[in-house]
């Protein structure tokens, strides 16, 4: 799921190319360029498309996978009107390396969530917080004991107010609470899939995904999987023109009920594609992507206040 870094922190009233749930006219698009980051200058670098948190004080908090005073990530904020950046936590190892997946904001406490991919006591990963002013709090150090290693995706606040996460290999879905206790709830089979996993909440209090790997034909999977850790296959890849391929990213809930998303590769053209699916495994390929036309190697989508889903190429 690894994707190019940011060059520059901007916002955008449209940010590209897919608009799926109805047919609504784009507004004129409004490009700012917020700062333009300078690893020589002290600036955090090496962005993993990672989610952006606003807190509650209206800073944007992301992870950076270098920079730093160990030059082994941070943690950072970036103030929406006047695109100033500080770094309010470095990492140095101990406290976890190679951050991922992004920063989810706690709906109680206001503070941010994250995950690091190694580094911690055990060096497989961590799961942590951290307040807006940097202080750090690890809320698991991964041990590949039953409970997995490397964490790479967001964290997701479930119904109960709990965070959950997958790892990978193994493929491991997991619950922690704020105070720091984890429990892994179900470990994937290949044929569940593997490699991958960033989980979304549906309305339905279940969590859905996508995986890059495994399943029935080798090529991942489209799964549901419910807070006590039963796993549902809602389709398996071909990995061809029928319905794409890497699907990791994932997927979003649309107002109707309807899952969609935008596997990375494959597709008539081998640039990606759009589809639908039910919460019950009903799927619909929408659109191949057309490098050309549409570009290619979509990311995940977002839904927006006007209903429909916007990405980018």
Not at 197 to 204: E, I
Not at 216 to 221: L, R, V
Not at 267 to 288: H, I, Y
């Amino acid at each position: 799921m690894s994707r190019s870094h940011l060059a520059h922190f901007f916002v955008a009233s449209v940010i590209a190319v897919v608009l799926v749930a109805t047919a609504v006219s784009a507004p004129a698009q409004t490009y700012t360029d917020l700062h333009d980051f300078n690893g020589s200058a002290g600036d955090p670098t090496n962005f993993n498309s990672g989610r952006l948190a606003q807190a509650r004080d209206g800073n944007f908090y992301a992870e950076s996978r270098a920079g730093g005073t160990s030059s082994l990530g941070t943690v950072f904020n970036v103030s929406p009107t006047s695109g100033a950046v500080s770094i309010i936590l470095s990492f140095d190892g101990t406290n976890g390396s190679q951050e991922s997946g992004g920063l989810t904001l706690g709906p109680s406490d206001g503070q941010l969530y994250g995950d690091a991919i190694s580094g911690g006591t055990s060096g497989d990963g961590v799961t942590f917080k951290v307040t807006t002013n940097g202080t750090f709090t690890p809320l698991h150090n991964f041990t590949n004991s039953g409970d997995g290693e490397n964490p790479v995706n967001a964290l997701v606040v479930g119904s109960n107010g709990n965070f959950y996460g997958m790892t990978p290999g193994p493929e491991t879905f997991y619950e922690v609470t704020s105070a720091g206790k984890l429990t892994t709830l179900q470990t994937f089979t290949s044929a569940d899939g593997y490699q991958g996993g960033q989980l979304t909440l549906g309305s339905d209090g279940n969590f859905y995904g996508g995986l890059n790997l495994g399943g029935a034909n080798g090529t991942g999977t489209l799964f549901k999987v419910t807070p006590s850790g039963t796993v549902t296959v809602l389709h398996n890849f071909a990995g061809n023109s029928s319905d794409g391929a890497d699907a990791a990213w994932g997927m979003v809930e649309a107002p109707n009920g309807l899952f969609f998303g935008t596997p990375y590769a494959g597709g008539a053209n081998g640039a990606g594609t759009l589809f639908k699916v039910t919460s019950s495994g009903t799927f619909a390929l929408l659109q191949s992507f057309t490098a050309a036309t549409d570009g290619s190697g979509p990311g995940g989508l977002t839904l927006a206040t006007d209903g429909n889903m916007y990405g980018d190429q």
